[in-house]
């Protein structure tokens, strides 16, 4: 059972940052596309951002566009989220998720294969 450890979240105000850190400890995904998604209560989970396997491609929801920023650290198998300027409506559980089969990277979420457990992240208005 692959497990992936999401960390970072909390409760920021609007206009603030979050980074947060997905790992997994004993794996090796260096070679994997990976994302990160959300949930908000009530609603579907939704994608955010993406990364290829080396870090030279990435790819944004319209909504985070400009804000959010994905990055990996292949010699520490470990994802990163960095949110700017959080807004209210950022205010959701995220995910981050592996795509095991390929080294490419995907927008969606049916493409994804292992997920961590989320985090929290609450923007305060």
């Known amino acids: 059972q692959v497990q992936l450890a999401e960390s970072g979240g909390g409760l920021v105000q609007a206009g603030g940052s979050l980074r947060l850190s997905c790992a997994a400890p004993?794996?090796?995904?260096?070679?994997?596309?990976m994302g990160w998604f959300r949930q908000a209560p009530g609603k579907e989970r939704e994608f955010v951002a993406t990364i290829n396997w080396s870090g030279t491609m990435t790819d944004y929801a319209n909504s985070v566009k400009d804000r959010f920023t994905i990055s990996r650290d292949r010699a520490n198998n470990t994802v990163y989220l960095q949110m700017n300027s959080l807004k209210p409506e950022d205010t959701a559980v995220y995910y981050c998720?592996?795509?095991?089969?390929?080294?490419?990277?995907?927008?969606?979420?049916?493409?994804?294969?292992?997920w961590g457990q989320g985090t929290q992240v609450t923007v305060a208005s």
């Open positions: 004993g794996r090796t995904f260096s070679g994997n596309g």
């Open positions: 998720a592996v795509l095991a089969w390929t080294s490419a990277w995907s927008r969606d979420v049916r493409e994804y294969d292992y």
